[in-house]
């Protein structure tokens, strides 16, 4: 996986600037903690912190490579290519030769033979830098759904880019700023941000498949991959068996690894499909992991969560012969670690839903160095109401916001004029519309089945990932998405919503074409929700910090937010507190606002 930044200046020479490079390095060590590497040359410097998963011994980066006009070519590179042994035959047959067995020079030696391009071959997770010392030419690529996140700012007469916002802001060039648009981004579409926006002033991230060449001249980004709108002809049963042979193909690819490998599994059907599949490759030397966080008072009150996880999961780890083990994180910590999920994203989070994951995937790198995941899956197969129930599709909006109340409603009015909450989320939607692509004839209904799977593609699924990705790698641990491979997505939004919900059943076209390898009772067991705590006492603990922070005649929050709003939504509204995420948890509301306190602490809003 890895943590990449550098910073390339056509007039400056950063030869004399290791000690910057190596401050923006630094902040990386989380997400590669076995290894760092920095490369300079007159004009650029990379930096890699490494987490050692395929190639031991000869995967160290930066990496560099003589190129045709006898200059080198130098990569950093987080991810993994999952193809790299059909494109490593395809260069030696172009005359190419290997001094190791990792992908990444499979990478930089694609980009000498195909230059750019290269990324139109590549099945994988990746987020890479690539500087041509001839051409003086930086290239950036990020994979096509952004499972690997990439951040960049032009800086005077350079670029700066790393995988994370603090290795820019390590930068003495980049301040920690944000502007009207970036608390718009917080306040107004918390969930699922504008692909490409960072918050921070002058930074953006590198959109989903998207590239970017920057030279003297000038930078400019282009987008390599998106999905297309084809007519499918399948029917169920031919349909199931695609889907079948294409999750099949994609986690015997993402097994490969020359270090511990496991699952995450809490006994719903996505996890248990990648799971059994996997346990396949490993012929039932597996080891599956979950998590348990604190229970409702009442059981069964819990809509999100109809079910307990773990006897499910321990139906599944029986049948396949694999250990399992689950990890339980008490209010204590999700109190005490509240700023884990802060310090990892740099922006406000999800509260407990970080901190829980946080603390899975802490004991899960104690015993592994790579997990298998089932995220995505919704998104691909129709898990969620916003993609089934007519009220949310019919929304004149972004679907998941129907009757959703956002932080913007808790804003000072001044605050909510300068911003204008209803214009940028209806100027972000139309945005997002504008991109779908639709087939000529399909009629209105078609044609929105379209428009909710290209929104959830491309704005709801990034919030999952860049959390799965922030949290797993602020431990060290590689979490794989078999569910985000591209193809799947390619084939999965040509397939009309009703053959995927086959019978009316939620995600029917995954449980069919997965049946055969589960009992019966994961197969029709109804959706349960990642756990959030609703533990009373967390509730209390987080509503008396809110309250304090209220009675607090500094706290910075309240440079945005109404004192009285936030008071009187505490106290007597709570249940409809506004958070970040759509599920009506209000311990999730408390601590987006605790965390937006601490972060404000540390930004400069410059409106």
Known sequence: MCGITGWVDWTRDLRRQRPVIADMTRTQTPRGP???????SRHAGLGHRRLAVIDIEGGRQPMPRTGHHGEPVVITFSGE??????????????????????????LLTAYLEWGPDLVTRLNGMYAFAIWDEHRQQLLLARDRLGIK?????????????????????AHPGMKAEVDLEGLAELMVVPRARTPGHAVYRGMRELKP????????????????????????TEDFRATTAAVRNLLTDI??????????????????????????????????????YAVSVPAPARPGS???????????????????????????????????????????????????????????????????????????????????????????????????????????SLLREEVRRAIQPEAYEADRYREALGEVPHLAGEGPARRREREVFYLGLTRWLGAL?????????????????????????????????????????????????????LPDEIVKRPKSAYP????????????????????????????????????????????????????????????????????????????
């Open 209 to 232: 498949g998207c590239i970017l060449v920057a030279t003297a001249s000038g930078s400019r980004e282009t987008r390599y991959w998106r999905v297309e709108a084809l007519p499918h």
């Open 302 to 408: 819990d809509i999100w969560r109809p079910s307990p996880d773990e006897p499910y999961a321990e139906l599944v780890a029986e049948r396949l012969g694999i250990a399992h083990s689950v990890i339980q994180v008490g209010t204590d910590r999700l109190v005490g670690d509240l700023d884990r999920g802060l310090r990892a994203r740099d922006l406000p989070g999800w509260g407990d839903l970080d901190t829980s994951m946080y603390h899975l995937f802490h004991e899960v790198r104690g015993k592994c160095t790579v997990a298998l995941s089932g995220e995505s899956a919704d998104e691909m197969f129709g898990g969620y109401t916003w993609q089934v129930d007519e009220r949310y599709i019919g929304h004149s909006s972004f679907p998941w916001m129907y009757s959703r109340p956002q932080p913007e």
């Open 532 to 607: 959030a705590s609703r533990d009373p006492e967390y509730l209390g603990m987080l509503k008396d910090l809110v309250i304090e922070t209220a009675d607090d005649p500094n706290a910075p929050l309240f440079d945005l937010m109404d004192r009285a709003k936030v008071r009187r939504a505490v106290t007597t509204e709570l249940d409809a507190l506004p958070g970040p995420i759509t599920a009506r948890t209000p311990a999730i509301g408390l601590t987006y606002l605790l965390e937006l306190n601490r972060w404000l602490s540390r930004v400069r809003v410059v409106t």
């Open 149 to 169: 996140p990439l951040y960049y700012a032009e800086l005077g007469d350079g670029v700066i880019f790393g995988s994370e916002p603090k290795a820019l802001l």
């Open 81 to 106: 290519i999952y193809n790299f042994h059909e494109l490593r035959e395809q260069l030696r047959s172009a005359g190419w030769s290997f001094a190791t067995r990792s992908d990444t020079e499979v």
């Open 465 to 517: 990932l860049d959390r799965k990705d922030r949290m797993s790698m602020a431990v060290g641990l590689e979490v794989r998405v078999p569910f985000a491979d591209h193809r799947l997505a390619e084939y999965l939004f040509n397939v009309p919503a009703d053959m995927k919900a086959d019978g009316g059943t939620e995600k029917a076209l995954l449980r069919r074409a997965c049946a055969d390898l």
């Open 251 to 288: 986690v015997k690819r993402q097994v490969v690894a020359d270090v511990p490998v496991g699952t995450l599994l809490s006994g719903g059907i996505d996890s248990s499909a990648i799971t059994a599949l996997a346990a396949r490759e490993f012929g039932g030397e597996l080891t599956s």
């Open 34 to 40: 076995d290894d760092e590497g920095i490369w300079l």
